[in-house]
Structure formats: structure tokens, C-alpha cells
């Protein structure tokens, strides 16, 4: 832009123009145009002056002037002038003034029109990204309505107006063909302030986006009647939504549903066809897996607390479509419910179940020496190994079906010895493994888990603090460890003498360094 041709109060409207269509501020338009001259003016005066530019807000007319500051001592002959310099200048300046000389205006040549032009356009540009920024940071979560400016492989280009916006292709709904010109509707997930200016991600596929879609679809969910307690999607192809109602006269589902299916097949519509089942949520964890296995029919649930997982047992003919076409309708349930879901059969549950009690009998039979109904008896209970047998209290073993305070004694006689066997023979091979004093005395596992270590190399303490999660877990599955959290809590008592020995070498370190001060 040539500004020296153009009369002041032309420039003053050319501001108010681009003010106006790039929706900044007017101020930050004349401030682009004042550095604009400034910097023409010092490609002509010298690179090395401190030229500034003013432009008058009413007038427009411009104002050239070369400063110098008045300093004590002069470093910069360009910039600044000594003290006694500024005392003989009409009114005299003290340091820190500046001098003023008015310099005549620019003629702009075509490179200074162009060099101008250019940094008008950066700055203006600079400030709209700012608008943009300031404008959409605090959008994140909403919905937004755009037009699709330019459709490529691996993204998508959204209009909204006031700002650009980017849809990548795993933020795209499966199979959709978005073209130019098509109006769309996404979620905005993030915005991030970047070199080339503020970048607005928009998504169709994440889960808030379908949970903000029954938000806009259903009033009774907008108001807080109705509460959205989780969202499992696989975009394209099938969700499960869980609702909760908070006022016992309505029913969630019905409300979610609509007249006719109005409200859900909005929703569905704009998901193109995304299979969306509406499920209503239970505060217990077992109901509410059974709700989202739907339209399974389930027989039993057996929750385990400690390992977050649940064992699902359906019918024989239950059993496709509980698991769904690829392991669907499991796997959203599980994302639904936070729960990992097993589905067995009745029979497959049986058979485990008959399994689990043979092999469980046949170990108190070896260990105590009993007939196996007496085993049997045990087992029904609830016992697993020996050592329970051992620590529980006479007067409870007593009252099992059969059992009296003689049989209770023997028993407990019987456990102790074995317990007490096995000890000796598990550290007599503990021994022959030279496994470390550190590792026997770490008190975070059983014996029998510290030999199944030991036949697998780990020998110290160290090794066994090297080893992860999983690896634990593999290792001791058989001596009931199953948990990851209960494994990542054993790894780190055995690497906590690691972190005592980093402090006890700090110490010192600090003690010298406070003696030296």
C-alpha cells in the first residue's frame, strides 16, 4: 500500500474498512500502518536511526520525526546524544528525553509501497489470529456450525466464519464424504495458539460430540433433569449412551427417544446413521453391566473388585450376540460401564467352575492328607489354599456342616505342618538358588512367589524392581497375583531403597555445600 498517495482522511477510512472486514480493532489497523512508514522511512534515513511514525486518528495526516535520547553517556551516536548536548537544545532536556527533528515525508518508491504493503498485511494478519485465539480459546467443548472450504485426504478445512478450523481424518466419521461446500457440524476439541497462528480442531467422532448432540436435541438433558452419565462410541457403526433421570417422573430413555424416535433419529441422522442405543443407568456396577450388554439376555455376574473385572455368564444362544459382530457390543459395554467384561456360557461357566473345584480339592487332599469329602466340604466353603486352614480360628472351622471341634483341631494340626514343610522346603531351594538376603527379607510377597521368582532369574531385590507391571503379573498369575495395581505396588516397595539410598547421597552434598556458605 503507496499511503502517500492516499489523502488523510482516505487513510483513516481504509482503516475503518479493514478494521471492519477482518473484525480487529481500528487502532491495531493505524499502529500496522504507522510501523509501515517507519520502516520505509528508515530504509531511507538509515537503518540505524530510531525513525517513528505517527498518524493523526482524525486527520490522518502523518508525522516523520528522527528521536534521540538524551543520555549521560553516549554509546550510540545515532540514538542518542549526551546531556550536556540536550541542556543547550530550546527548552532544555534532561536525561531520559528524547530530541525530536521532523523529517519531510516519504515518496514511496515501489519497493517502499511494497515493503509497507507487506508489513500492513503481517500485522493485520498477527491481529486477527489474535481475535481468533481470544475469541475460540474458551469454546473448547462446544458445537460449532461451519462450511467446508477445502476437503484433502487427511484433513478436512472448515469455514466458521470468524475463523478456520481443521477436522482430521481420525476425528472424521468413517466412510463420510464431506465435499466443498457441504455444511457441517463438530465439536471443538482443542485450540492451540501455534507459529502460523491459532489452530482450531474440530472432531465428529469423539464421544462429547454425540453426548452434546442429545444435549442440544433433548431439553429435559439441557436443564439438568436429565443427566448424560457416559458415552461409548465407535463412530460410524454403533454407540451406547447411559442416562440417568433426576426427577422420578420421567423416564430418561423415553425422553431421549422422543415422540416417535424424533429426537434420537435427529441425532442418528446427523451421525450418519450411526446406530445409537439410549441405556438407563444404575448406580450398582453388576445392574448396570447387564443393562449395557443389552439386548443380551445375561444369567449371572461376578464382580471382582480388586482386578476391575466382571464375568458375565449368558445363555448358549445369548452368547453372539452379548459379544456382538467383531466383539462390539462387549467391548462398548465395557468402555460404558469402566468395567473389563469376560462373557462365558453356562456350560463354559460350569465346566470352569467344576474345574476350579477338582483342582482345588485335589490340593487339600495332597497337602492334608483327607478323603476328598472332606476336601469337597472345604472347598464349598470357600477355602483355597492350606494356609488359610491354618489361620482361621478353631471354633470357625467347627461350625462347617460335619465338622466338630476334633475334626477342626486335626485339620488346623494338619495345615501347620504342611505350612510349616513347605517353608522349610521352599527356603532350602532358596538356598540352592542364592537368592539375596534383601529379596528373602522383602515382606510384600509370599514364599511361594518368591521361589516361582527365583526359578525365573530374579534373584535380588534389583531384579525385582526391574521387571514391570505385566512381567509381575505373568510371573505370579498362578499364585493369585492378577492385578496390574497390586503388581505396580509390590515393583515400587522393591525400588523404594532406591530412592532412600539417592537421598542418603544428597545429604552430605548438602550438609558440605551449607558448611562452605
Same mark, same amino acid.
Given at each position: 500500500?503507496?499511503?502517500?498517495?492516499?489523502?488523510?482522511?482516505?487513510?483513516?477510512?481504509?482503516?475503518?474498512?479493514?478494521?471492519?472486514?477482518?473484525?480487529?480493532?481500528?487502532?491495531?489497523?493505524?499502529?500496522?500502518?504507522?510501523?509501515?512508514?517507519?520502516?520505509?522511512?528508515?530504509?531511507?534515513?538509515?537503518?540505524?536511526?530510531?525513525?517513528?511514525?505517527?498518524?493523526?486518528?482524525?486527520?490522518?495526516?502523518?508525522?516523520?520525526?528522527?528521536?534521540?535520547?538524551?543520555?549521560?553517556?553516549?554509546?550510540?551516536?545515532?540514538?542518542?546524544?549526551?546531556?550536556?548536548?540536550?541542556?543547550?537544545?530550546?527548552?532544555?532536556?534532561?536525561?531520559?528525553?528524547?530530541?525530536?527533528?521532523?523529517?519531510?515525508?516519504?515518496?514511496?518508491?515501489?519497493?517502499?509501497?511494497?515493503?509497507?504493503?507487506?508489513?500492513?498485511?503481517?500485522?493485520?494478519?498477527?491481529?486477527?489470529?489474535a481475535r481468533q485465539f481470544e475469541e475460540y480459546k474458551d469454546r473448547v467443548g462446544e458445537i460449532v456450525v461451519g462450511t467446508v472450504k477445502?476437503?484433502?485426504?487427511?484433513s478436512i478445512t472448515v469455514d466458521l466464519g470468524r475463523a478456520e478450523a481443521v477436522i482430521r481424518r481420525?476425528?472424521?466419521?468413517?466412510?463420510?464424504?464431506?465435499?466443498?461446500?457441504?455444511?457441517?457440524?463438530?465439536?471443538?476439541?482443542?485450540?492451540?495458539?501455534?507459529?502460523?497462528?491459532?489452530?482450531?480442531?474440530?472432531?465428529?467422532?469423539?464421544?462429547?460430540?454425540?453426548?452434546?448432540?442429545?444435549?442440544?436435541?433433548?431439553?429435559?438433558?439441557?436443564?439438568?433433569?436429565?443427566?448424560?452419565?457416559?458415552?461409548?462410541?465407535?463412530?460410524?457403526?454403533?454407540?451406547?449412551?447411559?442416562?440417568?433421570?433426576?426427577?422420578?417422573?420421567?423416564?430418561?430413555?423415553?425422553?431421549?427417544?422422543?415422540?416417535?424416535?424424533?429426537?434420537?433419529?435427529?441425532?442418528?441422522?446427523?451421525?450418519?446413521?450411526?446406530?445409537?442405543?439410549?441405556?438407563?443407568?444404575?448406580?450398582?456396577?453388576?445392574?448396570?453391566?447387564?443393562?449395557?450388554?443389552?439386548?443380551?439376555?445375561?444369567?449371572?455376574?461376578?464382580?471382582?473388585?480388586?482386578?476391575?473385572?466382571?464375568?458375565?455368564?449368558?445363555?448358549?444362544?445369548?452368547?453372539?450376540?452379548?459379544?456382538?459382530?467383531?466383539?462390539?457390543?462387549?467391548?462398548?459395554?465395557?468402555?460404558?460401564?469402566?468395567?473389563?467384561?469376560?462373557?462365558?456360557?453356562?456350560?463354559?461357566?460350569?465346566?470352569?467352575?467344576?474345574?476350579?473345584?477338582?483342582?482345588?480339592?485335589?490340593?487339600?487332599?495332597?497337602?492334608?492328607?483327607?478323603?476328598?469329602?472332606?476336601?469337597?466340604?472345604?472347598?464349598?466353603?470357600?477355602?483355597?489354599?492350606?494356609?488359610?486352614?491354618?489361620?482361621?480360628?478353631?471354633?470357625?472351622?467347627?461350625?462347617?456342616?460335619?465338622?466338630?471341634?476334633?475334626?477342626?483341631?486335626?485339620?488346623?494340626?494338619?495345615?501347620?505342618?504342611?505350612?510349616?514343610?513347605?517353608?522349610?522346603?521352599?527356603?532350602?531351594?532358596?538356598?540352592? +538358588?542364592?537368592?539375596?538376603?534383601?529379596?528373602?527379607?522383602?515382606?510384600?510377597?509370599?514364599?511361594?512367589?518368591?521361589?516361582?521368582?527365583?526359578?525365573?532369574?530374579?534373584?535380588?531385590?534389583?531384579?525385582?524392581?526391574?521387571?514391570?507391571?505385566?512381567?509381575?503379573?505373568?510371573?505370579?498369575?498362578?499364585?493369585? +497375583?492378577?492385578?496390574?495395581?497390586?503388581?505396580?505396588?509390590?515393583?515400587?516397595?522393591?525400588?523404594?531403597?532406591?530412592?532412600?539410598?539417592?537421598?542418603?547421597?544428597?545429604?552430605?552434598?548438602?550438609?558440605?555445600?551449607?558448611?562452605?556458605?
Amino acid at each position: 500500500m503507496d499511503t502517500s498517495s492516499i489523502p488523510g482522511l482516505e487513510l483513516i477510512q481504509v482503516a475503518d474498512v479493514v478494521a471492519r472486514e477482518k473484525s480487529i480493532d481500528r487502532e491495531e489497523v493505524m499502529a500496522a500502518m504507522e510501523e509501515a512508514i517507519q520502516k520505509a522511512g528508515r530504509a531511507k534515513y538509515g537503518l540505524d536511526r530510531d525513525i517513528r511514525a505517527m498518524i493523526d486518528r482524525k486527520s490522518g495526516a502523518i508525522t516523520l520525526e528522527r528521536w534521540i535520547e538524551v543520555v549521560e553517556e553516549v554509546e550510540d551516536d545515532e540514538t542518542q546524544m549526551s546531556l550536556e548536548d540536550g541542556t543547550k537544545q530550546t527548552p532544555p532536556l534532561a536525561a531520559g528525553e528524547f530530541w525530536r527533528q521532523s523529517l519531510p515525508p516519504i515518496e514511496f518508491g515501489r519497493i517502499a509501497a511494497q515493503t509497507a504493503k507487506q508489513v500492513i498485511s503481517q500485522k493485520v494478519r498477527d491481529a486477527e489470529r489474535a481475535r481468533q485465539f481470544e475469541e475460540y480459546k474458551d469454546r473448547v467443548g462446544e458445537i460449532v456450525v461451519g462450511t467446508v472450504k477445502r476437503a484433502e485426504s487427511y484433513s478436512i478445512t472448515v469455514d466458521l466464519g470468524r475463523a478456520e478450523a481443521v477436522i482430521r481424518r481420525e476425528e472424521m466419521i468413517p466412510r463420510e464424504n464431506l465435499r466443498q461446500g457441504d455444511r457441517v457440524r463438530a465439536y471443538i476439541i482443542d485450540v492451540r495458539e501455534e507459529p502460523r497462528g491459532p489452530q482450531i480442531f474440530l472432531s465428529r467422532a469423539c464421544n462429547e460430540f454425540m453426548a452434546k448432540l442429545f444435549t442440544q436435541e433433548v431439553p429435559e438433558i439441557y436443564d439438568g433433569i436429565i443427566e448424560i452419565k457416559g458415552v461409548a462410541r465407535e463412530a460410524g457403526s454403533r454407540a451406547k449412551i447411559a442416562v440417568l433421570s433426576n426427577d422420578p417422573g420421567i423416564d430418561p430413555v423415553g425422553a431421549c427417544v422422543g415422540m416417535r424416535g424424533s429426537r434420537v433419529q435427529a441425532v442418528v441422522g446427523e451421525l450418519q446413521g450411526e446406530k445409537v442405543e439410549i441405556i438407563p443407568y444404575i448406580e450398582e456396577p453388576a445392574a448396570f453391566v447387564v443393562n449395557a450388554l443389552a439386548p443380551a439376555e445375561v444369567s449371572k455376574v461376578v464382580m471382582d473388585e480388586v482386578t476391575g473385572r466382571m464375568e458375565v455368564v449368558v445363555p448358549e444362544d445369548q452368547l453372539s450376540l452379548a459379544i456382538g459382530r467383531r466383539g462390539q457390543n462387549v467391548r462398548l459395554a465395557s468402555q460404558l460401564s469402566g468395567w473389563y467384561i469376560d462373557i462365558l456360557t453356562e456350560a463354559e461357566e460350569s465346566e470352569r467352575r467344576q474345574e476350579e473345584f477338582r483342582t482345588r480339592s485335589s490340593r487339600f487332599i495332597e497337602a492334608l492328607n483327607i478323603d476328598d469329602v472332606i476336601a469337597h466340604l472345604l472347598v464349598a466353603e470357600g477355602f483355597v489354599l492350606p494356609e488359610e486352614i491354618a489361620e482361621t480360628p478353631i471354633n470357625e472351622l467347627a461350625t462347617i456342616q460335619g465338622f466338630d471341634e476334633s475334626i477342626a483341631e486335626e485339620l488346623q494340626a494338619r495345615a501347620v505342618e504342611f505350612v510349616e514343610r513347605e517353608a522349610q522346603r521352599i527356603n532350602e531351594a532358596l538356598d540352592s +538358588l542364592k537368592v539375596s538376603d534383601d529379596l528373602r527379607g522383602f515382606e510384600y510377597i509370599s514364599l511361594g512367589m518368591m521361589l516361582k521368582l527365583a526359578e525365573n532369574g530374579i534373584l535380588t531385590l534389583d531384579d525385582l524392581a526391574d521387571l514391570d507391571n505385566e512381567e509381575l503379573v505373568e510371573l505370579l498369575s498362578e499364585h493369585g +497375583l492378577e492385578d496390574d495395581t497390586e503388581a505396580g505396588d509390590i515393583i515400587m516397595a522393591a525400588r523404594a531403597h532406591w530412592f532412600a539410598d539417592e537421598e542418603a547421597e544428597a545429604a552430605p552434598a548438602a550438609d558440605s555445600e551449607t558448611a562452605d556458605s
